[in-house]
């Protein structure tokens, strides 16, 4: 019982000074002229859609829930962050050459209608994220008709 109780008091002590160590939070002034909002005529479902859905992580202003200062929760979401600005930023969607945009948006078609987006650990805690058959629809018709436009 001795041996536990003092595993129980060093994981304690590491729990509590892992709290000590920093992350890098995603979070910038105003919007770049470069964002996919700003550059394409989106429908305001759509737009909004796209805000709730996509922007915590693929863009450069992540909206942090309540529990983003508890680690080890602090690095996974900041990992997720990275990953997902990475492979798709919407704030610097302008600067992408207009093959890129196409290669881009088959691969947003692709994972939407696959579910693979949003992440489910991101619309489990977030559940106005998850697309609607109706939405997943509508988004991956608004897409389309972008990429044809390129």
């Not at 700003?38 to 737009?47: A, E, G, T």
């Not at 209608?113 to 609607?132: C, N, Q, R, V, W």
Request: one cysteine or more.
């Amino acid at each position: 019982m001795k041996v536990v109780k003092i595993i129980a008091i060093v994981l304690l002590v590491v729990f509590v000074g892992i709290q000590f160590i920093p992350t890098t939070r995603n979070q910038s002034e105003g919007v770049p002229k470069t964002d996919f909002m700003l550059v394409n005529d989106v429908p305001s479902d759509i737009k909004n859609k796209l805000q709730v859905s996509c922007y915590d992580c693929h863009s450069n202003n992540t909206k942090y829930p309540w529990y983003n200062k508890v680690q080890p929760v602090a690095w996974l979401l900041e990992d997720h962050i990275k990953e997902g600005k990475a492979e798709l930023n919407f704030n610097e969607w302008d600067s992408l050459s207009s093959r890129r945009k196409a290669s881009k948006l088959r691969s947003i078609i692709k994972q939407i209608e696959s579910g693979e987006m949003p992440l489910d650990s991101y619309t489990l805690i977030h559940k106005d994220a998850k697309f609607s058959e109706e939405e997943t629809q509508q988004l991956v018709k608004y897409i389309e008709n972008l990429k044809d436009s390129l």
